[in-house]
């Protein structure tokens, strides 16, 4: 059951980490747009901020990937025992190990 809770919170983390930048960054560089059309002579001072900001909302998509690939690969909800189990111990059988 936690794989698949796990599953569907990858699913949310990547979908809407990848919703938001992409709306994110469509409304930045609509606004450059608009702005070097009223300005062009300040068209390189907003470039420059435009492209930072471009590469700090990819980065915040990008550390949410790595999140989800955490917890698809590495999860760390799976050694998370659940209330019946505890007090039991798992032993491998002689000649397996």
């Known amino acids: 059951m936690i794989q698949a809770y796990t599953g569907?919170?990858?699913g949310l983390i990547i979908g809407l980490g990848a919703l938001g930048a992409c709306v994110g960054v469509g409304i930045m560089c609509s606004r450059f747009?608009?702005?070097?059309?009223?300005?062009?002579e300040l068209m390189p001072q907003l470039q420059a901020k435009v492209f930072l900001l471009l590469g700090l909302i990819d980065a915040s998509?990008?550390?949410g990937v790595g999140l989800a690939m955490l917890f698809?690969?590495?999860n760390p909800l799976l050694g998370v025992s659940s209330s019946s189990d505890r007090g039991r111990t798992f032993a491998l059988p002689r000649g397996s190990a």
């Not at 747009?33 to 062009?40: D, N, T």
């Open 72 to 74: 698809a690969f590495g």
């Open 8 to 10: 569907i919170g990858i």
């Open 33 to 40: 747009l608009e702005g070097a059309a009223r300005q062009p």
């Open 61 to 63: 998509f990008i550390i």
